[in-house]
């Protein structure tokens, strides 16, 4: 406030907001919807896997080339079962097509 008891702005506790800290927090809430729309798009595609991925700054092809390692090494623990109950059972529980 000045001698008047009138407010001038020069004098308010709060300083008026600039153009850059205006950009600055426009950049932020950009910066902060980019990372949700990101990380939705690891969930969408890993899972929970994903979101830990992300987390741990994997980048997407990263992601991908770890989930295709992880089903090519799950299907060879299926495999290896199924060589384990024998072939003629695997086909009668329908797992593998009949001979």
């Not at 907001?17 to 990101?38: G, L, N, P």
């Not at 798009?41 to 991925?53: M, S, T």
């Not at 060879?76 to 199924?82: G, V």
Request: charged share 25%; hydrophobic share 40%; glycine share 6%.
């Amino acid at each position: 406030m000045d001698i008047s008891g009138q407010s001038s702005p020069q004098n308010d506790l709060t300083p008026p907001t600039s153009a850059v800290e205006k950009s600055a927090e426009q950049f932020a809430v950009d910066a902060k919807a980019a990372v949700k729309v990101e990380l939705q798009r690891f969930n969408d595609a890993f899972g929970e896997q994903g979101v830990e991925w992300y987390a741990a700054g994997k980048s997407f092809a990263e992601c991908q080339q770890l989930s295709i390692a992880a089903l090519r090494k799950e299907r060879d623990e299926l495999a290896e079962r199924l060589n384990q109950i024998g072939l003629k059972d695997a086909a009668l529980l329908g797992l593998i097509p009949r001979a």
